[in-house]
Nanobody
Framework: QVQLVESGGGLVHPGGSLRLSCATS????????VGWYRHTPGKERELVAV???????NYADAVKGRFTISRDNTKSTVYLQMNNLEPEDTAVYYC????????????WGQGTQVTVSS
C-alpha cells in the first residue's frame, strides 16, 4: 500500500522560506512522477511543481524562480524548497505520486498547511 506523509509546513513572514518534504512508502517512487499541488478555500486545486521519474520539471508560473522541487530516490522522498514566500502562497500543500507533468496521479498525502503572513 502506498502512503505519503508531508511535513515542513508552518507560519512564515513574507519573504521567508520553508522546505516541504514528502516521504513515501511502497516500491513505485523511483519509476513515478511526483509533485506538489496546493488548495486554497474558494479556489480550485492547482499544480505547484512536478518532477518526472527522469527529472523533467514543470512549475506553475506563479512560483517560477522562487520554488525548487527535487527528489531523492534512495529515500523515496520529494522536497519543495520555497523561497521569497508571498501571502498568495498561503494554502494547504499536497504531495502527489503518479502525477504527469500536468495532471495529478492516484496517490495523495494528507496535506500540510503553509501560511504566509506578517
Amino acid at each position: 500500500q502506498v502512503q505519503l506523509v508531508e511535513s515542513g509546513g508552518g507560519l512564515v513572514h513574507p519573504g521567508g522560506s520553508l522546505r516541504l518534504s514528502c516521504a513515501t512508502s511502497g516500491s513505485i517512487f523511483s519509476i513515478s512522477g511526483v509533485g506538489w499541488y496546493r488548495h486554497t478555500p474558494g479556489k480550485e486545486r492547482e499544480l505547484v511543481a512536478v518532477i518526472s521519474s527522469g527529472g523533467r520539471l514543470n512549475y506553475a508560473d506563479a512560483v517560477k524562480g522562487r520554488f525548487t522541487i527535487s527528489r531523492d530516490n534512495t529515500k523515496s522522498t520529494v522536497y519543495l524548497q520555497m523561497n521569497n514566500l508571498e501571502p498568495e502562497d498561503t494554502a494547504v500543500y499536497y504531495c502527489n505520486l503518479g502525477t504527469s507533468l500536468y495532471r495529478p496521479g492516484a496517490y495523495w498525502g494528507q496535506g500540510t498547511q503553509v501560511t504566509v503572513s506578517s
